[in-house]
């Protein structure tokens, strides 16, 4: 009769071993909820830079990786033509995107979706333009390097079949950090 309550022991044991074990697994996630491979993939941005168009200097840019590793947050200056911007960008994990928030001294609010494949990190959105034509916009990164890396912002009014390229902007790696 000893058999039954020492099998309902080991029973017991067995299944609150499991249990903590998957507490401790939940934990671990909610600790580090950005931790996902995939979450690192726009880390190559990290940094500050200085940015080349029409072969000048022109512009810097300082990416920092905020809010517990989970937030890409950009700071775009072009002081020439009196032009700041703002981005935060996330890893959505439900989606298995990348979503990013756009935002300017102009008063321009712009939300793309993408991702990282092939070596190019591609970010894209569509809308109706103000003639009620459909506009598609993305940004592509790519040639991307430790200390450089190119960025191309391009439009098309046909759902994609031809795209134009409306800025294409060289990224140099700073000595120094750049302050906005």
Known sequence: MRYRPLMFSVKLIFCLSIAVQTVNA?????????????????DFWIGS?????????TGTNVITKELDGCVIHENFSDPKNKFDGRSYSVYNPTKEIWQQTWVDNQGNYMDFEGGFENGKMTLSRSFVGPKGKKVMQQMTFFNIADDSLDWSWESSLDDGKTWKQNWLIHYKRALEKLSN
């Open 26 to 42: 939940q934990s671990d996630t909610a600790d580090k909820p950005c931790s996902a491979p995939e979450g690192s993939q726009f």
């Open 49 to 57: 830079w200085e940015l080349t168009w029409n072969d000048t200097i």
